[in-house]
């Protein structure tokens, strides 16, 4: 991630495998009922709100943390996503819920991110479920190095200055959020309208 990117490029290009009508298996860490984290990402959809058509705002619904992806739906099989989430359910049962806090805000080439301390909870959380993957299926997708755990908060709809963005977040000085995780959820996700939205397929609670 770039903490200081000169130019904007489009979030929502299609990524190689990805159409609309296309599912995608990956594991998320969500955020209903968590009321000072709706806070915060409204406060920040307030002060982005100038920018217009340029910037995607995540809505409350759609904020999450990514984790960890399966596969395509069709090209993932059905029993081995089961057997994935019980064995999830197993590891995960040894890790504690937490309190993480989320912000301030980083700008991304491609969005307005707000990093999650403190990173080694969570990603003990990602270890886990790759772990899980990797009892079920030969190999792991996805590296397990370079993970740094975020919050979008709002993607780039097209391509470029950076400056616009900077400038309506210069002044602002957000009381960071505080947020429990207590489980992970594997979703079913899509792209389809251009945000990231989802059905839950299992939801896993941490010890």
Do not use: C
């Amino acid at each position: 991630m770039t903490t200081q990117p000169e130019t904007m490029r489009n979030h929502w290009w299609w990524r190689p495998g990805w159409s609309v009508g296309r599912r995608f298996y990956t594991w998320h860490l969500t955020f209903e009922g968590q009321d000072d984290v709706h806070r915060l990402a409204a406060e920040y959809r307030s002060a982005l709100a100038p920018l217009g058509d340029s910037l995607t705002p995540i809505p409350d619904q759609w904020l999450h943390l990514t984790m960890q992806g399966i596969g395509f739906v069709g090209e993932t099989k059905e029993q081995d996503v089961y057997s994935i989430v019980d064995a999830a359910q197993t590891r995960l049962a040894s890790i504690p819920a937490f309190d993480v806090k989320i912000g301030p805000e980083v700008r991304d080439p491609e969005a307005v991110l707000l990093h999650v301390h403190p990173a080694g909870r969570v990603r003990a959380v990602r270890k886990a479920i790759r772990e899980a993957i990797g009892d079920v299926l030969n190999e792991v997708p996805e590296k397990a190095d370079g993970f740094t755990p975020h919050v979008s908060v709002a993607y780039s709809a097209g391509d470029g200055p950076a400056e616009p963005i900077a400038q309506a977040l210069a002044d602002l000085n957000l009381t960071p959020a505080h947020a429990r995780i207590s489980a992970a959820e594997l979703i079913v996700i899509h792209r389809d309208n251009q945000i990231y939205e989802w059905e839950t397929f299992a939801k896993v609670p941490l010890g």
